[in-house]
């Protein structure tokens, strides 16, 4: 008789397979994975993040800060929740961050102007159409559009409300270029004082600020407050440079930091200066246009606050999912500036046809106004989005552009800019 046969075990169960992530995800990891790839091992991304961050600052204030009212034939007319909720003002801290946006183009401005390959001119030619392609582009088709949108029905109210956004933020530009173009007497200013070459701005505005808001401002022009428009922002920009030199380390850094707030709190508290960050409607004084006091001590506490915290992005920034969205921020970042507004207006000018819709077409004068913008914001994100597929095209150098071209885009801006400007 045989031994009985051992019972065979039974098999393990077969462990299930792993889900495939889903298709867009998959893309979304290998585009980061892509531009990790390609990213030289050079490149300062904790510079790169802070531009990005200051880029997305801008259209985020201005589609929370600013809103719209009707008139009685449907126009749009701009308004502002600052103007009934003045305890926002703070958001305005936060969402101002030009002081970063100059800081960080200083910086990059030194690094670039010392690899000048052929001489200085060129050098700031090469930058000026770069910054001039996108504006003229922007302005040139919303010249050729306007007409068509005024045929189509669209007010006059709202074209010049429209026109008034589109060109509001472009001023940056031209003041960015000023700044841009004293690059090298910033560098000399920086290797001579390091961070201090920035004192005599602070001071420069310092002036200003006390004629047009001391005890004998009654008697002081209007036309000295442009005095503040360049040392406003070139303050900045020089300590932007100077940190490209490698003269700002992180004692001047917590020095701008601690300088600069406690400035901040003083202007405030003790000589009353306004405190939103932005232009609220119907105000005496304004903080931003041109720059005061108040400005450059902001400036000076987040260039302070970005040194300090420099190292620390850029190991979060080593990231390939984090790093990618900054990419792609940087790329398009004039193109971001220049149509952001017009992705608001987009949602906006048709939504003024259906009358009032909450968050969009109605005054920012309630709590609810806030949560209903919030949610309009995506909309508009992905409107700039789609605007930003075609428009990226005007970042790109003209090769294939002819004189005849160029000369008719900047006829069509300067009309643009006169209609905007309320003299036509």
Known sequence: MSAPTAPVPPAPPTPPAPRAPRAPLAALRRTAARIERR?????????????????????????????????????????????????????????????????VG??????????????????????????????????????????????????????????????QPLWFVGVYVVVTALTPYCVRAARRLGGWAAAP?????????????????????SWVAALNVLPGWLFAY?????????????????????????????????????????????ADRTNSHPPSLLVLALAAAQSGAAILLRDRLARLLS?????????????????????????????????????????????????????QRAAWLPVFALLLAVLARWARRFEEPWTRATAVRRTAAGVLAAGFAVFALGLA
């Open 39 to 103: 990213t030289p091992a050079h490149r300062d991304r904790a510079v790169d993040g802070l531009r990005a961050l200051a880029l997305l600052a801008v259209p985020t204030g201005h589609w929370m800060l600013g809103g719209f009212t009707l008139d009685a034939a449907g126009g749009l007319h701009n308004a502002s929740p600052l103007s009934a909720f003045g305890f926002l003002a703070p958001a305005s801290w936060v969402l101002q961050m030009l002081g970063i946006f100059f800081l």
């Open 106 to 167: 200083g910086y990059a401005s030194v690094l670039s102007y010392h690899r000048r390959p052929g001489g200085t001119g060129a050098w700031l030619r090469g930058r000026i159409a770069r910054l001039g392609r996108p504006v003229l582009g922007v302005t040139a088709v919303w010249a050729l559009a306007a007409p068509v949108l005024y045929a189509a029905g669209v007010p006059e109210a709202s074209l010049r409300t429209g026109a008034t956004l589109v060109v």
């Open 201 to 221: 701005l602070l001071g420069s505005v310092a002036v200003v600020d006390f004629l047009r808001y001391g005890p004998y401002a009654d008697g002081v022009p």
């Open 238 to 282: 020089q300590l932007g440079v100077a940190w490209g030199e490698r003269r700002i380390g992180r004692r001047g850094a917590w020095l701008l930091l601690a300088g600069g707030a406690a400035l901040f709190a003083v202007l405030l508290v003790a000589f009353d200066y306004p405190a939103s960050m932005v232009g609220v409607p119907g």
């Open 319 to 371: 990231r390939p999912a984090l790093w990618a969205p900054v990419v792609v921020v940087n790329l398009c970042a004039m193109t971001i500036l220049c149509w952001h507004q017009t992705a608001m207006l987009a949602a906006a000018v048709p939504g003024s046809f259906l009358g009032e819709v909450a968050g969009l077409t109605t005054a920012p004068d309630t709590l609810a106004w806030i949560g």
